[in-house]
Structure formats: C-alpha cells, structure tokens
C-alpha cells in the first residue's frame, strides 16, 4: 500500500522506517529540509537503536523516500499525521498549530478515498474537528474519513515498540477504516498484537491517559523516595517489596530525578488543561500534583548539591553525568538533568556535562554548558560529582580509578545507579536521591 507519514520526528521517522520494512511504499514528508536530506540518505537524524539499518533498507530498496513536498503524498491510500504537539506558551494546552497547518496543507490534494490518520498526542475532542474541516474542504469530500490511531513508542526501543506494539488502537468511524487499519498493520496483527477499535474521542484519551498513569507512578515513587529518606528507610528495598505484588508490578518503578523529555511532561499538563475546559478541574487537580512532585525532584537535587558544597555553588566545579531526559536516547527535551545544570550553573557553578550520546544536543541547545568527552575527561578537578542519567556506562565506573581524578570525592546518585559500598569504601561521600547518606 502507498501510505504517507506527514512529520518525520521521533514518531514520523519511526513510523515510516517500521512501515516500510513491512512492505508498504511509504513517503515521508518534513518542512525540515536537513532532517529530509539526512533521511534520505538513511541516516536517522537522532540516536535510536535500530533505527538506521531500517531506514537504510527501505531507502535503498525503493520503498521509503522522504521529501518536503507535500504533494509527494498525493497518491497515498492512507496518510499518518505524526506532527508534534508542544506545550503552549504560557498555559499547559498543548499547541495544535502545526498538526492544522498538516491537515491544511494535505487537504486540496485528497482528490479520491481515502484515509487519513492521527497519530499525533492531542487533546480529546481535536479529531472530530479535524475530521469535519477534511470533509468540508478535501475535493473529495465526504470520501475521505478520519481515523485515530495513537503510537505508545519508548524513545530508546521505538523501533521494537512500533513492530511489535503492546497494542493497536484504532479509533474509527466505520468498518472501511478498520479494515484498512489491519491492512497496514497486517504485520503485527498476525503476529497477535490486540487491536482494540473504539471511538475517536476514547482513541484520543487512551495515549494520554497512558501518560499521565506513568507520570503518576513516576511521582508517586518519588514521594515514597522523600518520605524514605526522611524517614531512614530505604526505597530500594521498598520498591522491590512493592513490585512483586501482581497488581502493582515491578516497571517504571525506579525513584530519581522524575520523568522529563517531549512527552510525560507536556502531555500531563495538556491533560489537566483540557480536563479543566470539560468541567472536570477539582479532580484533575491530582495531575498538578504529580507536576508538581516531578518538578519538586529537580529542585531536591538542586538543593542537595549546593548542601554537599558547602552552601554555596560558587565557582565550584560540578561534573554532570547524563545529559539526556533518559538512558539510550539523545533526547534532551525538558531533561530534568539539564535542568539541574542549568540552576547550578546559575548559582555560579562551573559545569561540566558528559553524556554517552547527547554530548551534541547539549552544545546546540544550551551552549552556555561545557561537554567533555568522557567520564574521566568531565570529572577532572570536579568538587562534586552528579549522576543524572541512567546510563549503564555510570552504573561501571570505578569508583577507585575516578577518586582519584576528583577534587573531593563527593558525588550525588539522582539514578540510584551506584553502589553505595562500593563507593564508600574509596572514600566518597555520597549521597542517592531517595537513600539519603545510608
Ligand atoms: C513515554 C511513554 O512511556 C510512551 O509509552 C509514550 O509513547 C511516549 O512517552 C510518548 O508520549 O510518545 P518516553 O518519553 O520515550 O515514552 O520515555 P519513558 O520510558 O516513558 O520515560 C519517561 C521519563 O520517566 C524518563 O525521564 C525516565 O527517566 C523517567 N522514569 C521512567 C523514571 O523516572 N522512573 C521510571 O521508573 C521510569
């Protein structure tokens, strides 16, 4: 089938690659003309495992071909809206501009049937709206349906998440969408993924409401985290003790810095903020707080930090280990890592980031920041040492080898990634988010 992905992103890019190895043709359409260039020679235009030997497949086989011509996608049969929907300024809405001007720029060309997808994360009631301006404007009118298909992909396993998803939401209107849906996806519902068919407006919430359960969790875990430490327990032991029951189970259970990138964060707000336009604010409130308490750990280690320097951050030397919002991504959107070396650095700190892949985002984004190359490399004549991302590479550091390259061996664990005695023992003094000094 002739599909196009319109927005080549994290979610575009994926989509398109994973549609192609299936055997679709697929065209993939940006206004970004350097990510289009890079695409088209297969590259990804960010880390993700896996990703480029499919992208490079499909494009040397003839089957996926990207460009910055809208019309590139006329002959489609089906046409995924993968455009991202940032946070509005100001307000925690999320900001629909580009998915309309999306929606505005294919309409004059769907001439015939066909279909068009919503991929994109969107407040609830946006697909009806956009399925009624389609109708209204596409020259073939009444012949183009709408469908909502939501993408659950993890930044790091996107490509095993798009091939084998945990399931296939299809939110359709009628019998013709859902038939073609399973043509698409006829990979993946013969190797058995569930496909649940419900409204467009219950397809919409599913991958909020997604988020927002594991933004809650994440939260929920931190506030134990705070309450362990003040109490002298210890929240590994805690959560290990909490995951073995069934009904809680052991994932997205790790207490820390909290959640961060292009998704938890903004799609928790713009959660709250449509549930506020539906008249239900009293209990989206709940969703404030978990805000709240994910913004709360950024401040914690902040605090923490300039506590281990002595009460000031003033011209010390601070190495930053992990840079990205999480471990095997690049992504450094609404790090909470970054964020922490942004307030340190303001504080008079003199900052050193390492990251085992975001070392280049990092000098784009925040220039202000030295990188270095290596663990060792940002340690040198470091007064404190933070580890904020959860790359295994922090987890193998030898806390002997690195004592000695440090200032003072002082180092904050915002993963719970480290051994504590392990590092005790080579005379650090160290301090885990969640543990406290034990
Ligand atoms: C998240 C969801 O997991 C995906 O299902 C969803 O499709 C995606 O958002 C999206 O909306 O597109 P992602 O942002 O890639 O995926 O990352 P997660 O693995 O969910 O991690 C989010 C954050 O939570 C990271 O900063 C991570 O470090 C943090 N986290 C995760 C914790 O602090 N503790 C945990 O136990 C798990």
């Known amino acids: 089938m002739h599909i196009s992905v319109i927005g080549t992103g994290y979610l575009g890019a994926t989509h398109a690659a994973c549609l192609a190895s299936t055997g679709h043709h697929v065209t993939g359409i940006d206004r970004d003309p350097d990510q289009i260039a890079r695409l088209s020679e297969g590259t990804a235009p960010f880390h993700e495992p896996g990703l480029d030997r499919l992208l490079r497949e499909g494009v040397d086989g003839g089957c996926l071909r990207f460009s910055t011509d809208v019309d590139a996608a006329h002959d489609a049969r089906v046409h995924f809206l993968c455009v991202g929907t940032p946070q509005q300024d100001g307000t925690g809405a999320a900001d629909l501009t580009a998915l309309e001007s999306a929606v505005d720029a294919l309409t004059p060309l769907l001439d015939r049937s066909c279909l068009v997808v919503g991929k994109s994360t969107v407040p609830v009631g946006t697909a009806r709206r956009l399925a009624a301006r389609l109708q209204a404007a596409a020259p073939a009118g009444e012949s183009v349906t709408l469908a909502w298909n939501p993408e659950f992909l993890r930044e790091g396993q996107a490509v095993q998440d798009s091939l084998r998803p945990d399931r296939l939401v299809f939110g359709v209107a009628d019998d013709d969408a859902d038939r073609l849906l399973r043509q698409v996806y006829a990979d993946a519902v013969r190797a058995g993924v569930p496909v649940m068919r419900t409204d467009l407006e219950t397809a919409e919430l599913a991958k909020v409401s997604a988020n927002a359960m594991l933004a809650s969790r994440i939260s929920l875990v931190n506030l134990l985290a705070e309450v362990c430490e003040a109490a002298g327990a210890d929240v590994a032991d805690l959560t290990g003790i909490l995951g073995l029951d069934a009904r809680i189970g052991s994932q997205f259970l790790s207490p820390g810095l909290g959640y961060g990138g292009g998704c938890l964060p903004k799609d928790t707000r713009a959660f709250v903020a449509r549930a506020e336009e539906l008249g239900v604010a009293e209990s989206a409130a709940l969703l404030r707080e978990v805000d709240a308490v994910n913004q709360r750990q950024r401040t914690r280690v902040v605090e923490s930090a300039v506590a281990m320097l002595g009460g000031s951050a003033q011209d010390a030397r601070v190495s930053v280990l992990g840079a990205a919002f999480k471990a095997g991504s690049d992504d450094v959107r609404d790090s909470p890592s970054l964020h922490v070396a942004a307030a340190l650095e303001a504080r008079g700190a003199e900052i050193r980031v390492y990251d085992p892949q975001a ?36 987890r193998g550091i030898d806390p002997v080898a690195l004592a000695d390259v440090v200032s003072h061996r002082r180092v904050l664990d915002g993963r719970l990634l480290l051994d504590p005695e392990k590092w005790r023992a080579a005379g650090w003094e160290l301090y885990a988010l969640g543990r406290g000094r034990r």
């Open 359 to 394: 070392g280049e985002r990092v000098r784009r984004t925040q220039p202000t920041l030295t990188t270095s190359a290596s663990v060792e490399q940002a340690c040198r004549d470091a007064d404190l040492v933070l580890v904020l991302t959860e790359w295994e590479e922090f």
